[in-house]
Nanobody
Framework: QPQLVESGGGLVQPGGSLRLSCAAS????????VGWFRQAPGKEREGVSW????????TQADSVKGRFRISRDNAKNTVYLQMNRLKTEDTAVYYC?????????????????WGQGTRVTVSS
């Protein structure tokens, strides 16, 4: 059964850091583009960061550019999201999603595998 499992969320103070992990099981991530998306309370889900299947291309939303960095370790079948200088507006449930593709789709509806989400709360 193909599955994505996120971990690493939690409570952090503004200005702090967290690293989220997205581990795949039941399939190999090395042919998949992976995206991180988030949904804040009362808001629609939005894309945060994306990485191509071979890791050669990585992009971020303007709201997190310069603070978040996506990376992957295909040997570990895992994608990471390093989040630095966190702000209260980064509070959300973070989801990773995967699509078997050599390009990066930014539309969440194109992704066919999703994790259950991990909650990030940025608060003093």
């Amino acid at each position: 059964q193909p599955q994505l499992v996120e971990s690493g969320g939690g409570l952090v103070q503004p200005g702090g850091s967290l690293r989220l992990s997205c581990a795949a099981s039941g399939f190999s991530l090395d042919r998949y583009t992976v995206g991180w998306f988030r949904q804040a309370p009362g808001k629609e889900r939005e894309g945060v960061s994306w990485i191509s299947s071979n890791g050669g291309t990585a992009t971020q939303a303007d709201s997190v550019k310069g603070r978040f960095r996506i990376s992957r370790d295909n040997a570990k079948n895992t994608v990471y999201l390093q989040m630095n200088r966190l702000k209260t507006e980064d509070t959300a449930v973070y989801y990773c999603a995967a699509i078997e593709s050599g390009r990066i789709p930014y539309d969440e509806y194109q992704y066919n595998y999703w994790g259950q989400g991990t909650r990030v709360t940025v608060s003093s």
